[in-house]
């Protein structure tokens, strides 16, 4: 069986794969393949290193979270930044939706990726923006965001309160028409 590192390395190398036809796009285009493409390479790198400080057990420890970075001059043009709504990377590159069903898979049936994850909550925060990405939600026990028409229903609101009992004057509700006979429609 494959370690970690392993079926990630793989993993990675079938996602560029399918990436690297697309460098070839027109130049429009080629900006934003091509930061698809340095996202990918920069996360299987930080998520292999990280994988082997895990398995040396040099893992840093969580340290306090640090305030959001903020541009240094008010002037200075944004630099590119790829999408984040769902299923971007779907939607953007085609012949990229195999890596969605191949990293949900892995999440639901990797025992080792869930330890891993659990010891380096780092992981989860490098690999979250890739499940964004490819449609994918770890909160699910198959990882899978399905359609919102195919989604589970959500649960029924609670019911309403019982009615208060009615006055004796009330006819539809009196003990007296409860034994009324009931109402017999003929159909002669």
């Not at 069986?1 to 027109?26: I, Q, R």
């Not at 541009?71 to 990377?89: A, I, N, V, Y």
């Not at 004057?169 to 017999?184: G, N, R, Y």
Request: proline share 13%.
């Amino acid at each position: 069986m494959n370690s970690l590192k392993e079926t990630l390395s793989t993993y990675f190398h079938g996602l560029k794969a399918a990436v690297a036809p697309t460098l070839s796009m027109p130049k429009e285009r080629f900006a934003f393949v091509a930061a698809v493409w340095h996202y990918i390479f920069r996360l299987s790198g930080r998520l292999d290193r990280l994988i082997a400080r895990w398995k040396n057990g040099t893992l840093p420890k969580p340290g306090t979270p640090r305030p959001g970075r903020t541009r240094s001059t008010p002037g200075e043009k944004p630099k590119f930044r790829l999408p984040s709504r769902h299923m971007w990377l779907i939607r953007g590159i085609q012949g990229t939706a195999f890596a969605g069903s191949q990293l949900a898979h892995l999440i639901a049936t990797s025992a080792e990726l869930h330890e891993f994850l659990e010891a380096a909550p780092q992981g989860r925060r490098l690999i979250n923006p890739l499940c964004r990405a490819l449609g994918i939600d770890f909160d699910r026990p198959t990882g899978v965001l399905l359609p919102k028409s195919q989604a589970e229903p959500k649960p029924a609101a609670d019911p309403p309160p019982p009615e208060p009992p009615c006055r004796a004057e009330c006819c539809s509700h009196s003990p007296a028409s409860a034994q009324d006979p009931p109402i017999v429609f003929s159909s002669a």
